[in-house]
């Protein structure tokens, strides 16, 4: 009763600031005009106007993992807007002291980041529809336009597009966690697009030439990620079937994925959700 | 009609690190009556009140709202409503969409964004964004979150900062009808002339210790008599007064000795052989008893009386006001003297207060006289008399206001004019009247009026 009351609060507190619409457009022009450059890209690649001749082999993706392949930009690339605004969600209490009529309003501070979760998995659901959409529909349409099945009419791709949807979802979870723990919204904000930006890229890439160090870098957030998804424009890149070898299983990483967003969450609420607020 | 709550403090302490923020602090606040909850800045008021409202753990002791833990209430904002400092909005957020907020949190119906906003007269920029508002306007929006649930209690802490004598006028009234519907109002602030008009009972909180509990009435009729008295050599006068077991205590501005007439405190000093650089009775206003008090000039033993309802209940006004004629040593109240105490003259002093120390039990006892003939007609916590007092101090509210701003501390003489017509004057006379009759207090034929107005034209 008081965690749905208090969920419905932290939902007006998002969409009662621009941030949430300003994050959800770049987010949708981010994702898609990516999606429809690298769809056009493929496209003319695949119908054989561009590269494939003079590169005398084989294209870079294999035809039928291509729809795929661009769908999941809207989770590999898209994934820090989610992660962004669960951030921004904890971090503007903070910045701004609204905490303190937030706690006066639901006291017990569990269940005030319970409420902000909950928010979340609707805000992370909506980023996540804006994200697919954003992908799928100029990468369907160029694509219909080379000649080339966008497999939208197969269960399988629903079923990508459904876990991408649950990866995105996850990441704003993370994102709530790591802005109560970390409660600096400029710091907050730097370390989200350091790691997932420039760390996490440097060691997935590290990775993929040694084994060992793939062996820890499969458990990272984004790598956990797209193995949730089931594939990566970057793994697709990385090599045709040998990344996915040292990946977990969908499931793996979907539970890695949300781990994180537990650990964060507990974590937040033992060490900072619940200090004085002055 | 929602109800008030009692809101208890017990024991309260509060440490930030090797910082004790509050200590021991143990208070009542009644329903029905508005409670002013006054010291300095840096006092603790914000640290007790956000003990209070559960957003800062208490090291010791607690604090409850009808015998409830903040964290603990049913419906928290419906029984409590709560404007701490007015800086806790998002500036892009509308006040709407502010209030909103909290409403769906607590549950409260959305139909009482419109009407708070209307009672604190914020409704035509209702859909402005915050961060545009000014600072009274932030203020109101702060009060109209706290009316939001139509709560039985207020915890409003220096609601008037910002708002301009209209606006303090309207919350004056606001806030006694809304303590006249038998709510329980408190609301904190560093300036008692800020809130004279419009409090019936006091909490006074200096450093971290509570000093002064009770009606604001009481506060001005409990008289006790405070000398200051300086010489040239400090120390000899010290031990003048340590050679004949009279209590004192070291302050900056002289050796402070309670319930001692100024004469009497000459004589010892000329027999001594102390040439004195000065000799002065504090006054009785209303604004120098809350400085003495809260710079430990003064002491007041409802600081001790732990929980006891001395907020508007006559047995302990009737307690409140015989216990200081009484000069006794005060052996809950903390030393606010010797912390108020300027540093340089702490070497000197730490002679001083060992002999106070060891004097203290050696003090002569001096009569408690049961005030009662003056009782009836000033006593707040008889039913009907607040509602009367505070329609007879609304009549001439804001003029005074202005006026205690315009010449305390700057102009002695119009500040001893003031004091000869104000109203505390004829309470304190009182009392004292009263023990010269049947007390033995220590020999004084001297006009009570002629010291007084010494007192306050020395200062």
Same mark, same amino acid.
């Given at each position: 009763?008081?965690?749905?009351a208090?969920t419905?609060?932290?939902g007006?507190?998002?969409?009662?600031?621009?941030?949430?619409?300003?994050?959800?457009i770049?987010?949708?022009?981010y994702?898609g005009?990516?999606?429809?450059?690298?769809?056009?890209?493929?496209?003319?690649?695949?119908?054989?106007?561009?590269? &494939?001749?003079?590169?005398?082999?084989?294209?870079?993706?294999?035809p039928?993992?291509?729809?795929?392949?661009?769908?999941?930009i809207a989770?590999?690339?898209?994934?820090?807007?989610p992660?962004?605004?669960?951030?921004?969600?904890s971090?503007a209490?903070?910045?701004?002291?609204?905490?303190?009529?937030?706690?006066l309003?639901?006291?017990?501070?569990?269940v005030a980041?319970?409420?902000?979760?909950?928010?979340?998995?609707?805000?992370?659901?909506?980023?996540?529809?804006?994200?697919?959409?954003a992908v799928v529909?100029p990468?369907?349409?160029?694509f219909?336009?080379f000649?080339?099945?966008?497999?939208?009419g197969?269960?399988?791709?629903?079923?990508?597009?459904?876990?991408?949807?649950l990866?995105?979802?996850?990441?704003t979870l993370?994102g709530?966690?790591?802005g &109560?723990?970390?409660?600096?919204?400029?710091?907050?904000?730097?370390i989200?697009l350091?790691?997932?930006?420039?760390?996490?890229?440097?060691?997935?890439?590290?990775g993929?030439?040694?084994?060992w160090?793939n062996?820890v870098?499969?458990?990272l957030?984004g790598?956990?990620?797209?193995?949730?998804?089931?594939?990566?424009?970057?793994?697709?890149?990385?090599?045709?079937?040998?990344?996915?070898?040292?990946?977990?299983?969908w499931?793996?990483g979907?539970?890695?994925?949300?781990g994180?967003?537990v650990?964060?969450?507990?974590?937040?609420?033992?060490?900072?959700?619940?200090?004085d607020?002055d | 009609?929602?109800?008030g709550?009692?809101?208890e403090?017990?024991g309260?302490t509060?440490r930030? %690190?090797a910082?004790?923020?509050?200590?021991s602090?143990?208070?009542?606040?009644?329903?029905?009556?508005?409670t /002013?909850?006054l /010291?300095?800045? /840096?006092?603790?008021?914000?640290?007790?009140?956000?003990?209070?409202?559960?957003?800062?753990r208490?090291?010791?002791g607690?604090?409850?709202?009808g015998?409830?833990a903040y964290p *603990?209430?049913q419906?928290?904002?419906?029984?409590?409503?709560?404007?701490?400092?007015?800086?806790?909005?998002? +500036?892009a957020?509308?006040?709407?969409n502010?209030?909103k907020?909290?409403a769906?949190?607590?549950?409260? +119906?959305l139909?009482?964004?419109?009407?708070?906003l $209307?009672?604190v007269?914020l409704?035509?920029?209702?859909d402005?964004?915050?961060?545009?508002?000014?600072?009274?306007m932030r203020?109101?929006?702060?009060?109209?979150?706290a009316?939001l649930?139509d709560?039985?209690?207020l915890?409003?802490?220096?609601?008037?900062?910002?708002?301009?004598p209209?606006?303090?006028? =309207?919350?004056?009234?606001?806030l006694?009808?809304? !303590?006249a519907?038998?709510?329980?109002?408190?609301l904190?602030?560093?300036?008692l002339a800020?809130?004279?008009? @419009?409090?019936?009972?006091?909490?006074?909180?200096?450093?971290?210790?509570?000093?002064?509990?009770?009606?604001l *009435?009481?506060?001005?009729?409990s008289?006790?008599?405070?000398?200051v008295a300086? !010489?040239p050599?400090? !120390?000899?006068l #010290?031990?003048a007064?340590a050679?004949?077991?009279?209590e004192?205590?070291?302050?900056?501005? %002289?050796?402070?000795?309670?319930?001692? *007439?100024?004469e009497?405190?000459?004589r010892?000093?000329?027999a001594a052989g102390?040439?004195?650089?000065?000799?002065?009775?504090?006054?009785?206003?209303?604004?120098?008893?809350?400085l003495?008090?809260?710079?430990?000039?003064?002491?007041?033993?409802?600081?001790?009386?732990?929980?006891?309802? #001395?907020v508007?209940?006559?047995? $302990?006004?009737?307690? !409140?006001?015989?216990?200081?004629?009484?000069?006794?040593?005060e052996p809950?109240a903390?030393?606010?003297?010797?912390s108020?105490?300027?540093?340089d003259?702490?070497?000197?002093?730490?002679?001083?207060?060992?002999?106070a120390?060891?004097?203290?039990?050696?003090?002569?006892?001096?009569? @408690?006289?049961?005030?009662?003939?003056?009782e009836?007609?000033?006593t +707040?916590?008889a039913d #009907?008399?607040? $509602?009367?007092q505070?329609?007879?101090? $609304?009549?001439?509210e804001?003029?005074?206001?202005?006026?205690?701003?315009?010449?305390?501390?700057?102009?002695?003489?119009l500040?001893s004019?003031? =004091?000869?017509a104000?109203?505390?004057?004829?309470?304190?006379s009182? +009392? @004292?009247?009263?023990?010269?009759?049947f /007390?033995?207090?220590?020999s004084d034929?001297?006009p009570?009026?002629?010291d007084?107005?010494?007192g306050?034209?020395?200062?």
């Open positions: 009763m008081s965690l749905l208090a419905r609060s932290e007006t507190k998002v969409f009662s600031t621009s941030t949430w619409w300003i994050l959800a770049v987010l949708a022009a994702v005009s990516t999606a429809a450059g690298l769809a056009w890209l493929f496209g003319a690649v695949q119908a054989g106007l561009v590269g &494939a001749d003079a590169a005398g082999g084989a294209p870079p993706v294999a039928g993992a291509l729809p795929l392949t661009l769908y999941s989770s590999s690339i898209g994934y820090v807007f992660l962004l605004i669960g951030t921004l969600m971090t209490e903070f910045r701004h002291g609204t905490l303190t009529p937030t706690f309003a639901t006291p017990r501070r569990g980041l319970g409420a902000k979760l909950s928010a979340a998995v609707l805000i992370g659901a909506i980023y996540g529809v804006i994200a697919l959409v529909t990468t369907a349409l160029v219909v336009g000649d080339i099945d966008p497999a939208l197969q269960a399988d791709t629903w079923l990508f597009l459904a876990r991408s949807l990866a995105l979802v996850l990441w993370v709530v966690g790591l &109560a723990l970390i409660r600096n919204q400029v710091a907050a904000i730097v989200v350091a790691f997932t930006q420039v760390i996490e890229p440097i060691l997935r890439l590290a993929s030439f040694v084994d160090v062996e870098t499969r458990f957030p790598a956990a990620s797209d193995a949730l998804v089931g594939a990566s424009f970057y793994s697709a890149l990385a090599g045709a079937d040998g990344s996915a070898s040292g990946a977990l299983a499931w793996q979907g539970l890695v994925l949300l994180f967003a650990v964060f969450a507990v974590l937040a609420q033992l060490f900072s959700w619940r200090r607020v | 009609m929602p109800e709550q009692i809101l403090f017990s309260l509060k930030f %690190g910082v004790t923020a509050i200590e602090v143990s208070a009542r606040v009644e329903p029905g009556v508005v /002013g909850f /010291g300095p800045n /840096g006092a603790g008021k914000t640290t007790t009140l956000r003990i209070l409202l559960g957003l800062v208490a090291s010791a607690t604090a409850t709202i015998g409830v *603990e209430l419906h928290p904002l419906r029984t409590v409503g709560a404007a701490l400092e007015a800086t806790s909005f998002h +500036p957020r509308t006040a709407h502010h209030l907020i909290m769906q949190a607590a549950g409260i +119906p139909s009482r964004i419109e009407a708070s $209307a009672t007269g409704e035509s920029v209702a402005r964004k915050v961060g545009g508002f000014s600072l009274g203020q109101r929006l702060g009060l109209a979150a009316l649930g709560p039985g209690v915890v409003l802490d220096e609601p008037v900062n910002g708002l301009d209209e606006g303090i006028k =309207w919350i004056r009234g606001l006694r009808s809304l !303590a519907e038998g709510r329980t109002v408190l904190s602030s560093h300036l800020e809130v004279q008009q @419009t409090v019936d009972a006091v909490l006074i909180i200096s450093q971290g210790h509570l000093v002064y509990q009770g009606g *009435e009481e506060l001005s009729r008289e006790q008599t405070v000398v300086d !010489a050599d400090r !120390a000899a #010290a031990a007064f050679a004949v077991s009279l004192f205590d070291a302050l900056r501005s %002289g050796l402070v000795v309670r319930g001692r *007439e100024p009497e405190l000459g010892i000093a000329l102390v040439p004195l650089s000065s000799l002065a009775r504090r006054g009785g206003g209303l604004e120098e008893i809350f003495d008090l809260v710079s430990g000039v003064r002491t007041h033993p409802s600081a001790e009386a732990a929980g006891a309802p #001395a508007g209940a006559p047995a $302990a006004d009737a307690a !409140a006001v015989s216990a200081p004629a009484a000069d006794a040593p809950g903390p030393e606010p003297g010797a108020s105490a300027d540093e003259e702490v070497e000197a002093e730490i002679e001083i207060e060992a002999q120390e060891a004097e203290a039990l050696a003090e002569p006892e001096a009569p @408690t006289e049961p005030e009662t003939p003056t009836p007609e000033t +707040p916590g #009907a008399t607040p $509602a009367a505070r329609a007879a101090r $609304a009549d001439h804001l003029p005074e206001i202005d006026e205690l701003h315009d010449d305390d501390d700057t102009d002695a003489a500040a004019e003031r =004091w000869a104000a109203p505390p004057r004829s309470a304190f009182g +009392p @004292t009247f009263d023990s010269l009759l /007390g033995p207090p220590p034929d001297t009570r009026a002629d007084e107005e010494e306050g034209a020395a200062r």
